[in-house]
């Protein structure tokens, strides 16, 4: 049994005007995958987990990945589709190839192309044009028809914030080898359902979405249903393919295809009758108001209390520089010097404030600016004075700069890189134990664990930025209409 497997990675906002390009991404091609790619929150290694098991031989292709951010970039994507198309035919030349297993995001955008993964697979199944394919996609992905006509099985994360990757490769890859072992095609029904949800109103350990992945994991334990899953697309892109999907996979043995067009069906119903049920699981406020909350619960002597500013969330591929929420923070100076702790805000991505602090060095006094450099509508120059505390070099998977600034008694994260504010070994890597702040604000929309399990309370702030929570203020252009929740009468 040969197997060819790849994975591309991207969650693409394109109202982000970055364009990401190869600098971004993490890239391994062949064999490195096998050797330095097998990342634990990664689809792909669930893959070749599952494939070792059954003693397959593996193809390896291309494996890249980068946070979430603008479009990418035209080149770099033409780049790494030729990449894995040229392996495929070498490995097609040297003998047969039985299956495919792709580890895919489901809303990467390419500039001046739109939808990736679709691309990609229709490229890939004009070299291996017979045989079964599967895929295993992010949780918010926005589902094509065409990428349904070209997959045999697909099946997507299950949990949010995501914590099942490397299952949902398992899956994917238990998928291809039952139907290679059986001589059954895969079959898989798709019911779009005209809805946007802002990524914070679905997670998954709250309802609607408890109940609604039950109702997916039930139609699981049906004979030969593969997969049920539910995709909750992507609401920070703005394409004609965007909205909520229920997808379920199922061996055709003759009687499945019946039953699971009725699941589909079923389940769609079920998530549109609880559309209204959708909320924000975490209090909630306009920036303002999130600030006053914060301060009241801290001066009650309540730590650490979060304030996610999640209209500039750089997870969910916004630029990490508006200034919307700082601008709050500094009108509130007199207040804030008055906190028994530092208020920690984690943090910016702003490259050419890092390159100043690390030319100054630790313990120097300057004048820069943060914010402003991508996000011109919601973010501003803002001009600080500021001490250098702290200068970490290359740190994590992209190499980023690191720089902790203190102003008065504002403690500021700032980044080289467009990364994560949730890797639980940032702050760390600063000499920062969060729990010894009584405010902390953090470019996130839901916590990430690592906060949750410390946060005495998380406040999410609908602050100004490219992600943006209040989906229906935004100015979609191609998104198809009507669409609930910006129409009523969808």
């Known amino acids: 049994m040969k197997i060819l497997v790849g994975g591309m990675n991207h969650e693409s906002n394109t109202f982000n005007p970055i364009i990401t390009t190869e600098d971004d991404f993490l890239t391994f091609r062949g064999d490195e995958i096998l050797e330095r790619g097998l990342n634990p929150g990664y689809s792909l290694t669930g893959i070749i987990k599952r494939l070792r098991e059954e003693g397959a031989e593996i193809v390896p292709t291309v494996l890249c990945r980068a946070v979430p951010n603008g479009p990418v970039s035209a080149s770099f994507y033409k780049k790494i589709k030729d990449d894995i198309l040229t392996r495929a035919r070498e490995a097609l030349s040297k003998g047969e190839i039985h299956g495919i297993c792709l580890a895919l995001h489901g809303s990467m955008k390419v500039e001046g192309l739109g939808n990736a993964e679709e691309d990609l ?8 044009a017979q045989i079964p394919m599967t895929l295993a996609l992010d949780m918010h992905a926005s589902i094509t028809p065409g990428l349904v006509e070209t997959a045999d099985g697909i099946v997507g994360y299950k949990t949010a914030p995501h914590t099942d990757s490397a299952e949902t490769g398992y899956r994917a890859a238990d998928m291809l080898i039952r139907a290679l072992k059986t001589g059954l095609p895969l079959k898989t029904y798709y019911e779009k359902i005209p809805m946007l949800i802002a990524g914070e109103k679905s997670e998954t350990d709250a309802e609607p979405m408890v109940s ?29 393919h965007n909205g909520v999907a229920v997808l379920l996979t199922c061996l055709d043995d003759g009687r499945a295809p019946e039953r699971a067009e009725e699941l589909t069906k079923e389940i769609a119903a079920s998530v549109w009758e609880r559309r ?15 600030l006053e ?16 500013d999640s209209g500039d969330n750089p997870t969910a591929g916004s630029t990490g520089d508006s200034t919307d929420l700082l601008e709050a923070i500094i009108s509130t100076m007199d207040r804030l010097d008055k906190l028994p702790t530092p208020f920690l805000y984690s943090g910016f991505f702003d490259a050419p404030a890092v390159a100043c602090c690390i030319k100054a060095g630790e313990g120097a006094g300057l004048s820069i600016t943060i914010g402003g450099n991508w996000d011109t509508i919601n973010g501003k120059k803002i001009p600080l004075k500021v ?3 702290k200068i970490v070099r290359d740190y994590g998977p992209y190499k980023s700069d690191l720089a902790l600034i203190m102003h008065r008694n ?8 467009h990364i994560g ?7 760390p890597s600063l000499g920062i134990n969060p729990e010894d702040h009584c405010l902390i604000a953090v470019k996130l929309g839901y916590l ?6 410390i946060a005495r309370r998380a406040i999410l702030a609908t602050t100004k930025g490219y992600s943006n929570e209040i989906i229906e203020s935004i100015p979609y252009k191609k998104v198809k209409r009507p669409v609930f929740p910006l129409d009523e009468d969808a």
């Open 448 to 453: 990430e664990p690592c906060f949750r399990k």
């Open 212 to 240: 609604l992945i039950k109702a997916c994991i039930t139609a699981e334990s049906e004979p030969s249903i593969l997969s049920a899953s539910l995709f909750m697309g992507f609401p920070w892109a703005d394409d004609e």
């Open 276 to 290: 209204r049920d959708f909320k924000f699981r975490a209090e909630h406020y306009g920036t303002k108001a999130a």
């Open 387 to 389: 001490r250098v505390k």
């Open 421 to 427: 504010f949730g890797d639980p070994a940032l702050l």
């Open 293 to 308: 909350a914060a301060y009241s619960y801290a001066e009650a002597g309540e730590k650490p209390i979060f304030i996610s």
């Open 121 to 128: 697979c229709l490229a890939l199944r004009e070299v291996l």
């Open 410 to 417: 504002l403690l500021i994260v700032i980044t080289s890189k």
